[in-house]
């Protein structure tokens, strides 16, 4: 029977954090890395790029959720490609996506104004972890949850970009549109669209952008929701500052120091949404990002 409460307590725990990832998803994905939110933008710097994330959330539970996303993406004039690789882990419950993507970058009669497509297909998996389990290991409720089927699963997205302005669609979690039966054990994206506008404040080696954006995104069996923010980026965009707010009343804080525009390290704090303030004091979120 022990056991038996501890495997609903790590699924009531996973629904909750899978859904607040919904509500509060990587930071990264506005600025540092859009690709996170959009496959079009696979291979939108030209060249290498690498970037990894970890999210902590109520580091004082143990099991808190901790997030974490590894992308490589290569791109060339019109082609780019990429992988990304996400881990959560709240609980016993550990989930596993990774999917490889293909962009089309596709310049228009202006040098400086684009079209981009892109596509993901690849796995998600979802697991209970029976060597944490407290009780009987070969508990018949976590031995049926371990085996269920690993599924296929990819994001749609596109955008248009000029030297200023950006234009963001996607469609992520594509087997949501697909599949009738629903085994994710919480709500998800189902889509996501933002606009953003750089201001050119100073040129030069002093140079200051001011680069507001507003970002929409629907999630399944809640309302929409909006984030509003603005990165000031400084030293000829060598420093960073973000903020942002979100509509479920939490907002973001972002300090990033990017090294001669190579090598760049970025840091988040989310403040709790509204209703656990009482419980939780946000999660931390860190990103590193080379370019080669």
């Not at 629903?182 to 506008?197: N, Q, W």
């Not at 069996?221 to 980026?233: A, E, K, R």
């Amino acid at each position: 029977m022990k056991n038996k409460i501890a495997y609903i307590i790590c699924l009531v725990l996973f629904s909750i954090n899978a859904s607040f990832a919904q509500l509060n998803p990587l930071t990264a994905q506005y600025y540092t890395n859009t690709y996170l939110a959009n496959p079009a933008f696979a291979g939108y710097n030209q060249g290498l790029n690498i970037n990894a994330s970890c999210r902590a959330q109520w580091t004082r539970i143990p099991g808190s959720p901790v997030v974490q996303n590894l992308t490589a993406d290569y791109g060339t004039e019109k082609v780019g490609i990429g992988l990304n690789i996400n881990f959560d882990k709240a609980g016993l419950q550990r989930q596993s996506r990774v999917v490889g993507t293909y962009a089309y970058h596709l310049k228009l009669n202006d040098t400086d104004k684009a079209l981009h497509f892109g596509l993901s297909v690849g796995f998600m998996q979802q697991r209970l972890s029976q060597q944490d389990i407290v009780g009987n290991v070969n508990d018949p409720l976590a031995m049926n949850y371990n085996q269920r089927q690993t599924y296929i699963d990819g994001d749609f997205g596109l955008g248009y970009t000029s030297n200023q302005f950006r234009f963001e669609a996607s469609l992520p979690n594509l087997n949501t549109f697909t599949k009738r039966d629903e085994i994710r054990v919480a709500d998800v994206g189902t889509f996501y669209a933002a606009v953003s506008y750089k201001i050119d404040l100073s040129t030069g080696t002093e140079g200051i952008d001011l680069e507001p954006k507003f970002a929409y995104r629907g999630i399944k069996g809640m309302d929409n929701m909006w984030d509003f923010g603005t990165q000031l980026s400084l030293a000829n965009k060598q420093v960073n500052l973000t903020g942002m707010y979100h509509s479920n009343k939490s907002a973001s804080f972002g300090l990033g120091l990017d090294y001669r525009k190579r090598f760049l390290i970025n840091g988040f704090y989310t403040t709790q949404t509204s209703a656990l303030t009482s419980y939780s004091n946000g999660s931390f979120e860190l990103n590193i990002r080379g370019r080669f």
